[in-house]
């Protein structure tokens, strides 16, 4: 199942429909460009892509109801954020949380734009999530504003 936020705004208009699109679009190609071995058995992966001009933080919540997140990293359940990227940092920008072993049931990924930008950031920015266990493979974009958390910008079952 794939759960999807919404903005509250009354709406971009076409030519931020259109750079959105094309952010979208480049990490889309940034994925395809930098491709990970398809998870193990018993693994959950899950890959947070974005844009240089933005500092977004990836938060997983497990079946257990604890988040991994920059602050929380390992989780009691196997969870661990391999690293925290910035500001500055090279492209690809992907944060990845991984659990291993992954229990079983309902995983919800979210992201998080700071208030505080890197430099030239605009109001908004594209971002890619991407949810994959042994035989899944989930794939969401969306877009987010400085100072916006989005809890559920995926969610998925795990058996």
């Known amino acids: 199942m794939l759960v999807a936020a ?3 705004d009354s709406g971009p208009s076409q030519a931020e429909r259109e750079a959105r699109a094309a952010e979208a679009n480049a990490l889309a190609a940034q994925i395809a460009a930098n491709p990970l071995m398809p998870p193990v058995p018993g693994e959950v992966r899950v890959r947070l892509v974005f844009g240089e001009t933005a500092d977004l933080d990836l938060y997983v919540t497990d079946p257990f109801q604890e ?3 920059f602050a929380n990293s390992p989780s009691r359940g196997g ?38 930008t890197c430099d030239g950031a605009p109001n908004s920015v594209s971002f890619v999530v991407v949810f994959e266990s042994y035989g899944q493979r989930l794939e969401q974009r969306l877009s987010i504003r400085p100072g916006e958390f989005i809890p559920v910008a995926l969610e998925a079952d795990v058996r």
């Open 6 to 8: 919404c903005s509250s």
């Open 79 to 116: 969870g661990r954020l391999d690293r925290d990227v910035r500001c500055g940092d090279p492209l690809p920008r992907v944060e990845t949380v991984v659990f291993e072993p992954a229990q079983p049931g309902r995983y919800r990924v979210g992201a998080d734009f700071p208030p505080m």
């Open 67 to 69: 988040t991994v997140y």
